[in-house]
């Protein structure tokens, strides 16, 4: 009762009016259901490097192939989840790696893109997919960190909501720029005790592209933590990122 209070007291609403900056390509970037064909026997590569320890190269691969995804995808109803699966074998390259932070934020974002990755086995990757196991979403929700410092019930709290300090602005993907498509996008996160941000999350309503470039952003972003009674705590953290190309105007 006491996360589900915390969570409702200091979400930390923002409403960016952030206007992402489109790139201009050397060449016209389209998606093709071909490159699906491709994407998905190099992941089977770094599946298989996964599966023999060799977690750099499994990561690598996994990052590679989801660059180009986050650039040639346009929409379609199957790219949530075709954009976790990349998500989920980098996380299992950076929990072999040892890189728990990093893990856990590609873990948390590949079960809000594909929820069945809530019940992935991961027992054919040794200790780094035990490590993934305690980041596990539970119906769609992060393990909540959140909560109030013990009150005796009679002092007024002096509640202090986060402040950002630092971070990059989101990117926008190639191919959602040259299609102009754009609109708002709502992400949320957890700012914890330290302020840096974690379990990622988004609507099942969100363009799955679009979502990603946000949190790509988030994942970058330093806040001064929210403060309770002045002991830091962690809060639940909701951002709209409004994405605009200018050329579309």
């Not at 409702?8 to 060449?27: F, M, N, Y």
């Not at 016209?28 to 026997?41: A, C, F, M, N």
């Not at 949530?80 to 072999?96: H, K, N, S, T």
């Not at 992400?187 to 592209?209: F, K, M, W, Y």
């Amino acid at each position: 009762m006491k996360k589900r209070l915390a969570s409702c007291l200091l979400a930390a609403t923002l409403a960016s009016g952030v206007v992402a900056a489109a790139p201009t390509p050397p060449h016209r970037s389209v998606y093709k259901p071909t490159l699906v064909v491709q994407w998905k026997d190099r992941l089977h590569v770094a599946n298989e490097r996964l599966r023999h320890g060799e977690w750099k190269e499994g990561r690598n691969i996994s990052d590679a192939v989801l660059r180009e995804m986050r650039d040639r995808i346009v929409s379609g109803e199957a790219s949530g989840d075709m954009l976790a699966v990349p998500l989920l074998f980098r996380a299992i390259g950076e929990a072999g790696l040892n890189d728990a932070e990093a893990a856990a934020w590609d873990f948390g974002t590949a079960q809000s893109l594909y929820p069945d990755y809530e019940r992935v086995d991961l027992k054919a990757y040794g200790a780094a997919g035990a490590l993934l196991d305690r980041f596990r979403y539970q119906n769609g929700e992060p393990p909540d960190p959140t909560g109030l410092p013990p009150t005796d019930g009679t002092t007024e709290r002096q509640v202090k909501p986060p402040r950002k300090v630092r971070g990059n602005s989101p990117e926008y993907p190639l191919a959602k720029a040259e299609a102009c498509v754009q609109h708002a996008v709502l992400v949320s996160t957890i700012i914890n005790e330290q302020g840096r941000t974690e379990s990622p999350g988004l609507p099942a309503a969100a363009d799955p592209v679009l979502a990603l470039a946000a949190l790509d952003a988030v994942r970058t972003w330093r806040f001064e933590p929210a403060r309770v009674d002045g002991k830091p705590v962690a809060v639940t953290f909701l951002l709209t990122v409004n994405f605009k190309v200018r050329q579309c105007y």
